[in-house]
């Protein structure tokens, strides 16, 4: 009987951590719909969905870095660079190498990321800010501060077009839900993030770990670069500034501790899914763009902070409840 | 002078008394209508398994947290404590077994934080140093006042939460595990301090698991169990079987350990170096237990981590079942038949965010892979089939392993390591911070273990433990082998005549 309600109990903790942000997501969408007729409309949606996806791919490669318990500050830097890579590939190989180049480099320095790491235990906030500055100056030093222009190739627009960057994301979210859920690796990361002396005599190579989860958020990073380089034919030392901070708040956004050793990909998607929506309201209420930062800012805020009451409410009230019924 | 509680009750009235308190924590009574009192000069001690609610009581007194009903008086007056301010401004005093010392600050800060002497607008910090000096003497702590608290040995941190205690002039004071992580030299100065303090007129509550020091120390002693008062009884006539028998509410009898027959060579170590330690040679067999001991700083920990690949060591010869190993990691080690349960409970072994199930299975999920993924219900199944053998108590192998007990998260850390069916099972500190009924169920669960053929490696400071489990023991002093005991000559007398040996 009380395995059934601890059931219950824990059923109901894990559905509600998973999906308390896509409340949040249905609140936002009704409140638009009421104050604007430009909001529920398919264009529209496009928009605001390929926004999340651009940034909810880096996003899930971040989720993976953060369960182990550590930070990657350089992805947007990583999105620049590949993005640069990728298009100065393209018109000699074609799109294929192109995106292979672009990918494997993100992967690349994410690998060295994770040495730094792992190998010379800097802590991950240090080192990654480091390649962040080598990478944005590498990239200059690339591009010679210009910007890179794809010319007649469009089919590197595949990237961008239609509804693919939200079929990646989907695809990355699938992939990585499950490497977490059901595969070795992903044992493997959160047992690291939660606790990583414990994980190592346990017999987990804790350091390799490392390595391959931020090569993974180096591919991911990379994808997002090569999208945003798609959407604009364009790539330079400047590209996906920020998308780091961005990247991390949708990661908290959708659930998943600061602190290590959970992951929850679907809530990732949730919270980008969030952010794109605000951010498409207050362009569609034509709030000034310098509002918009500070609007953002606090509506994050305010949904933390929801959704912690949220969860110490159901602590206190909804699961005594439970656990009372089973008396 | 004081002699027994009844000559007391009639003496002295007292000082502080906590007055059929209860607690509930969401519906759950932690402390159930408890009552008992300290008087002025008294050592009470509290005792009780974990979870008996000694911890909720101390808080109550402390100010952290407040009654469900019932209170705590003071002289007779009942007195509203809502915060550890009160309590202090109270006259009494709580040493956490967790210190609440700031690391990077004096010793003199840390003695006087939040009411620092001042002159003026500024902090005297003459007059700082001075009282400090004084109380510091006291307790016959010689260390300089200004230097930072994290300098300091775990039991010189101790004397300066006393040390603060006492400059408040606290008139009762708590004591929660002092003793705790001290060497017995350092536990046996403090309790010299404790008595010191209570003939200059404190009351003392003294919580602690170690009953020997309980018997050895108190003036009257309480027993929780379950919440409840079991009794109250002045030490003269009691003895330990009697305080356990009460904490756990059954006769425990430590049986002692159990005729082993050894059978085939398991583990051959010659020679070893690691760190500061030298020299350690030992033979380990198929169902017998081996002992690693000495006194803390002695070398075994470093042994047993050299041989899980943990740290980096020397030898002339590692071999397991005749095999010369290699050792570079742990992962090295699991793979060469080393099972491992480490010293720290918390720290270095469980992962608290995964379930039981995930704790169990993650050093083999290797094994356990179909394709790529794993394959789900052999990792149930074999969470499921520790849990029986193991007689892990919890609601469900899915359930995170931060909610369990010391001693069933203790049993999930052992499952893990006999999951990758070692042929060696190093035990360091096997029963650290488990309430006395789960030892004994541990220590049976390691007969079990060794009578279906196991070899186990045990390093351990707690002599009866070594005594009840080892039929064979190296002891070690300042990184040497001092001797090896068996049989007979396996006492706690020779295992400390051998261990202080280089100890002058």
Request: hydrophobic share 50%.
């Amino acid at each position: 009987m009380t395995s059934v309600v601890d059931g219950v109990r824990r059923t109901a903790l894990a559905v509600w951590r998973t999906y308390r942000v896509g409340l949040f997501v249905v609140a936002v969408g009704l409140v638009l719909t009421l104050l604007t007729p430009r909001f529920l409309v398919e264009g529209n949606l496009v928009n605001v969905l390929t926004n999340a996806a651009v940034v909810a791919i880096v996003g899930l490669g971040m989720t993976l870095v953060i369960a182990s318990g550590n930070f990657d500050l350089s992805v947007g830097a990583i999105a620049a660079f590949a993005g640069a890579i990728s298009l100065s590939v393209v018109p000699t190989l074609g799109v294929g190498p192109g995106i292979a180049a672009g990918l494997i480099a993100g992967a690349v320095v994410g690998f060295v990321n994770g040495l730094i790491v792992a190998e010379l235990r800097v802590p991950a906030f240090i080192a990654t800010l480091g390649t962040l500055t080598i990478l944005r100056g590498l990239t200059l030093i690339y591009t010679g501060g210009r910007d890179i222009y794809l010319v007649g190739e469009t089919g590197y627009k595949i990237l961008s077009a239609g509804a693919m960057p939200v079929v990646l994301a989907v695809l990355v979210a699938a992939i990585l839900a499950q490497v977490v859920a059901r595969t070795r690796l992903g044992r493997h990361v959160l047992a690291v993030g939660s606790n990583q002396a414990a994980a190592t005599r346990a017999g987990v190579r804790s350091n390799r770990i490392l390595w391959v989860v931020f090569a993974i958020v180096g591919a991911t990073a990379a994808l997002t670069g090569m999208i945003i380089s798609a959407q604009v034919l364009t790539a330079n030392g400047r590209l996906a500034t920020g998308l780091e901070l961005s990247a991390i708040a949708v990661v908290v956004i959708g659930g998943t501790p600061l602190t290590g050793g959970r992951a929850t990909m679907i809530g990732t998607l949730l919270g980008a899914l969030l952010i794109s929506e605000i951010n498409n309201g207050l362009n569609l209420l034509n709030v000034p763009v310098f509002y918009q930062s500070l609007t953002t800012g606090v509506l994050l805020l305010a949904a933390v902070g929801v959704s912690t009451a949220g969860r110490q409410f159901m602590k206190r009230a909804i699961l005594p409840l439970i656990s009372r019924m089973s008396e | 002078m004081i002699e027994t509680g009844d000559d007391l009750e009639m003496t002295t009235p007292p000082l502080l008394e906590v007055a059929d308190l209860t607690r509930r924590f969401h519906g759950v009574v932690a402390v159930d209508h408890v009552d008992f009192d300290v008087r002025p000069g008294e050592i009470h001690a509290l005792v009780g398994e974990n979870g008996a609610g000694k911890s909720t009581v101390i808080n109550v007194i402390g100010g952290v947290l407040q009654p469900s009903s019932g209170s705590i008086r003071i002289d007779g007056q009942s007195r509203h404590l809502p915060t550890p301010a009160s309590a202090q401004d109270a006259g009494i005093s709580v040493i956490f077994q967790e210190f609440n010392l700031l690391p990077h600050l004096s010793v003199a800060e840390n003695i006087y934080i939040n009411r620092e002497p001042t002159r003026g607008p500024v902090i005297d910090w003459q007059a700082m140093q001075r009282g400090s000096m004084e109380v510091l003497q006291r307790l016959g702590l010689e260390v300089d006042p200004r230097i930072a608290v994290d300098q300091l040995s775990v039991a010189q941190q101790q004397l300066v939460e006393i040390a603060r205690a006492l400059s408040f002039k606290s008139r009762v004071i708590v004591m929660d595990e002092p003793t705790a992580s001290l060497s017995d030299r350092e536990a046996d100065r403090l309790l010299e301090i404790v008595r010191d303090l209570a003939a200059e007129g404190t009351a003392i509550i003294y919580v602690s698991h170690r009953l020997a020091e309980v018997l050895a120390i108190a003036d009257r002693v309480t027993v929780l169990r379950d919440g409840r008062r079991v009794f109250t009884r002045p030490r003269e006539g009691l003895d330990e079987s009697q305080l356990v028998a009460a904490m756990v509410g059954r006769e425990l009898v430590y049986t002692a350990s159990p005729q082993r027959v050894p059978g085939e060579l398991r583990l051959r170590v010659r020679d070893f170096a690691v760190d500061r330690v030298e020299g350690v040679s030992f033979d380990l067999h198929a169902g017998e237990v081996v002992g690693l001991a000495g006194l803390m700083g002695c070398g075994a920990t470093e042994v047993v981590e050299g041989l899980f690949g943990l740290r980096p060591f020397a030898a002339k010869e590692v071999t397991v079942v005749g095999q010369a190993i290699a050792i570079r990691g742990p992962g090295e080690a699991l793979r060469s038949g080393f099972g491992y349960v480490p010293d720290d409970r918390k720290r270095k072994g469980i992962v608290p965010d995964l379930p039981i199930k995930h704790n169990i299975s993650l050093g083999v999920l290797g094994r356990m892979r179909r394709l790529l993924f794993i394959d789900g219900r052999r990792d149930r199944s074999m969470a499921e089939g520790f849990k029986q053998r193991l007689n892990i108590r919890c609601h469900d192998i899915e359930q995170e392993v931060a909610g369990l007990s010391g001693g069933n998260q203790q049993k999930v850390v052992l499952a893990r390591a006999l999951a990758s069916e070692s042929r060696v099972l190093i035990l360091a500190e096997p029963t650290r911070g488990v309430d006395v009924g789960a030892k004994e169920e541990i220590y049976s669960l390691i007969d079990g273990l060794v009578a279906d053929g196991m070899a186990v490696l045990l390093q351990t400071s707690e002599l009866p433990e070594l005594i009840r489990l080892a039929n064979r023991c190296v002891v070690m002093a300042n990184g040497i082998p001092q001797g090896e005991l068996a049989g007979s000559e396996l006492t706690q007398e020779a295992v400390m005549t051998l261990a202080t040996r280089f100890d002058v």
